[in-house]
């Protein structure tokens, strides 16, 4: 009986977990299909840089979402919706260097950086207090790339830590 309750138990968390990645997916899914027809309207690069911003901080999945393109050695700011009350102002956004937030670490290598927990290493990097101040959990970045080019980075923050592991 003991062993048919522990199997039954771990049975009921599997189905809640399974649920919760469906949810997830589905908002997912929606964030996509808005992104697809804000993409569809827009005349210009910049437009849909802004669409795609403002459609993913719209979500409840992300808190901030922005696009950044090198200028003159640093990460500029060339699209960016959500939360982040000065966020982007009080980073150090040089690609000279190494370390720097997820965006620049991004920018310099054109490889996904993940951050699940800003809260770890506070004290090494400065973003990291900039972020954990302003309730973001985790980051992630990606190259915006095609066709052998690359155009910059989008990188999202979110309120939960870890809120990207099976996305990368």
């Known amino acids: 009986r003991v062993d048919r309750d522990r ?3 771990e049975h009921e968390r599997e189905l809640r977990e399974r649920n919760e990645r469906l949810r997830r997916l589905e908002r997912i899914n929606e964030v996509i299909r808005r992104i697809d027809a804000a993409v569809v309207d827009a005349e210009s690069r910049s437009e849909v840089e802004t669409a795609v911003c403002e459609e993913l901080a719209r979500s409840p999945l992300f808190s901030l979402a922005w696009v950044g393109r090198e200028d003159d050695g640093e990460l500029a700011a060339s699209a960016w919706a959500g939360d982040g009350d000065g966020y982007l102002d009080a980073i150090d956004r040089s690609l000279a ?5 997820p965006a620049v670490r991004t920018a310099r290598s054109g490889a996904v950086t993940y951050a699940p ?3 770890d290493r506070l004290r090494e990097e400065d973003w990291r207090v900039e972020a954990a101040a302003r309730g973001f ?3 992630l970045s990606v190259p915006v790339a ?3 080019v690359t155009y910059g980075v989008l990188t999202l923050y979110a309120e939960e830590g870890d809120a990207f592991p099976d996305r990368i």
């Open 146 to 148: 095609g066709d052998d």
């Open 117 to 119: 927990s800003v809260t």
């Open 7 to 9: 199997r039954l138990r």
């Open 97 to 101: 260097g190494e370390g720097g937030p």
């Open 137 to 139: 959990g985790s980051a």
